[in-house]
């Protein structure tokens, strides 16, 4: 099914207006048009979001793109022209979520302050994305996803103790921002539905404290202890044994489990049994007080064993092991291929490409990837169309850069 046609799903009839770009935001709204939301995503003529051109490519084919703006209608427009904004006010009033990232004050400057925005549709909610803020000493400072994973703290606390801090090998900031944002719009918007007479809102989502928020109890350590939280490998410092395994047959495990009765299930299925009856293992502290031991018992065996009876042996005592998967691995694990969890969506392009189902799901009205992300301005004819403008307005919005 197209996604100019009408969508099903719990969020059908919601309208969102997404300027922003790069990932974060329009990620946000991209989670809402996995469950029915009527997204349009808007981008200046020409030009068009720069996450267009980011690797990974395909024939010169962002896939990066097509996943992150999927199950939205394509427009160009300029609302830096006075025609411009003045095609924006129109549209805008048939919407029930605006979402920008730009620095603040931008939209203020294009005369488009949440006064005016709201004298046109009272209702409307505004998800503002920014690395800092729309207020403090630096909230005009520009933002990637590795300067919000940095100062949150999360960063300071990934990696070896005798090694710098690590970074994630993905944007994962960006990712925990688009959801931030869409739990704020659909948080706005349950008071929208519960109050008929509720006015619009304006969220103001920093990227940088998002991820602060996922580091959960680092400061409240802080502040009551005074501990400064530092790097402990693939140990998570709070429970023990935790860690990554090389197996006999060069694969990887990640090892889990805190608990008394998960660290006995964890013994039986490496046959040692008698761990449960050391003093230094009774208890949880005392296991992570003599980590080391208990790491180095775990690395041999599991260096000593392939890796699928590894699994085997805990799965039948069951204990709390995983395989550390490469994204091949992903799409041949049967749990993945049952639950549909990786999805076949068409392409324009490519004909048919496979990415991430919607997360999470519903049984009664579940969302649906109905289509990745199209070309730039692929439906200017059919929205602008729908605000009364005939083709001929249309070719000379296009001829002076508007559209």
């Not at 394509?74 to 904004?85: A, M, P, Q, W, Y």
């Not at 703290?153 to 960006?174: C, E």
Request: hydrophobic share 40%; proline share 5%.
């Amino acid at each position: 099914m197209s996604a100019l046609q009408q969508a099903a799903g719990p969020l059908a009839g919601l309208r969102v207006l997404d300027m922003a770009t790069i990932v974060s935001a329009p990620l946000a709204a991209t989670f809402l048009a996995d469950y029915g939301a009527d997204v349009v995503k808007l981008e200046l003529p020409g030009v068009g979001d720069s996450i267009r051109a980011y690797p990974p490519l395909k024939e010169g084919k962002s896939l990066w793109w097509k996943v992150t703006n999927r199950n939205k209608k394509f427009i160009t427009l300029d609302v830096r022209k006075s025609e411009g904004l003045a095609l924006f006010k129109r549209l805008v009033a048939g919407f029930d979520v605006l979402v920008e990232n730009f620095r603040p004050g931008t939209l203020d400057r294009w005369g488009l302050t949440k006064e005016v925005l709201w004298s046109i549709q009272p209702r409307l909610v505004i998800l503002r994305t920014t690395a800092f803020g729309q207020d403090g000493p630096y909230k005009d400072r520009p933002g990637f996803t590795r300067v919000f994973e940095a100062m949150s703290g999360a960063t300071y606390i990934t990696g070896d103790p005798d090694r710098p801090p690590v970074h994630m090998g993905f944007h994962i900031a960006d990712a925990v921002g688009g959801l931030f944002g869409a739990l704020g719009l659909m948080s706005a918007l349950w008071k929208r539905a519960r109050d008929k007479d509720a006015p619009g809102e304006e969220i103001d989502l920093s990227l940088t404290e998002a991820m602060m928020r996922l580091v959960e109890f680092l400061p409240i350590e802080y502040d009551q202890l005074g501990k400064v939280r530092e790097r402990t490998g693939n140990a998570n410092g709070y429970s023990a044994p935790t860690n990554v395994y090389r197996t006999g047959d060069g694969r990887w495990v990640s090892l889990s489990g805190g608990n008394n009765a998960l660290f006995e299930k964890n013994c039986i299925a490496i046959g040692r049994k008698d761990l449960l009856a050391d003093e230094r293992f009774r208890t949880n502290a005392g296991r992570v007080a003599h980590e080391p031991e208990l790491n180095r018992i775990f690395s041999e065996w599991c260096a000593a064993h392939p890796v699928n009876e590894i699994l085997a042996r805990f799965e039948e005592a069951g204990g709390t092991i995983a395989p550390v998967y490469s994204v091949d691995q992903i799409f041949r694990d049967p749990q993945v291929i049952a639950r549909e969890a990786i999805t076949r969506v068409p392409d324009e392009d490519f004909g048919e490409v496979r990415m991430q189902n919607v997360v999470p799901r519903f049984t009664n009205d579940p969302g649906k990837v109905r289509s990745t992300a199209g070309a730039l301005g692929a439906d200017n004819t059919n929205v602008y169309g729908a605000l009364g403008l005939e083709d001929a307005d249309i070719a000379g919005l296009k001829a002076i850069g508007v559209i």
